[in-house]
Nanobody, 128 residues
Framework: EVQLVESGGGLVQAGGSLRLSCAASGFAWHDYAICWFRQAPGKGREGVSC????????YYADSVKGRFTISSDDAKNTVYLQMNSLQPEDTAVYYC?????????????????????WGQGIQVTVSS
């Protein structure tokens, strides 16, 4: 059974940084891709970033390019989302999700369509 556990969220001032972690288990690491999504109050879900665990291919939404960095630690079976220059509009519940690796962006599409497994989510709040 695929399990995904997010950590690292919290409250930060605008301009600050947070690093989210997604600890994963229950699947063959290099056969999957892991993505981060977010959902702000009253808004739809947004795909933020993805990483292919087979070849390191990455995807970033335009809204976070240059500010967020996704990475993986194969030894720890953990994917990180380093979030810098945070703004109030980044406030949301952040979810990590995993599915069979079809490349970063293709996996994101598949997850957004309902495939794969999801974590419980973690709150990130950016104050102005």
């Amino acid at each position: 059974e695929v399990q995904l556990v997010e950590s690292g969220g919290g409250l930060v001032q605008a301009g600050g940084s947070l690093r989210l972690s997604c600890a994963a288990s229950g699947f063959a690491w290099h056969d999957y891709a892991i993505c981060w999504f977010r959902q702000a109050p009253g808004k739809g879900r947004e795909g933020v970033s993805c990483i292919s665990l087979s070849d390191g291919d990455t995807y970033y939404a335009d809204s976070v390019k240059g500010r967020f960095t996704i990475s993986s630690d194969d030894a720890k079976n953990t994917v990180y989302l380093q979030m810098n220059s945070l703004q109030p509009e980044d406030t949301a519940v952040y979810y990590c999700a995993a599915a069979g690796d079809g490349g970063a962006i293709a996996t994101m599409w598949a997850l957004d369509a309902g495939a794969g497994s999801w974590g419980q989510g973690i709150q990130v709040t950016v104050s102005s």
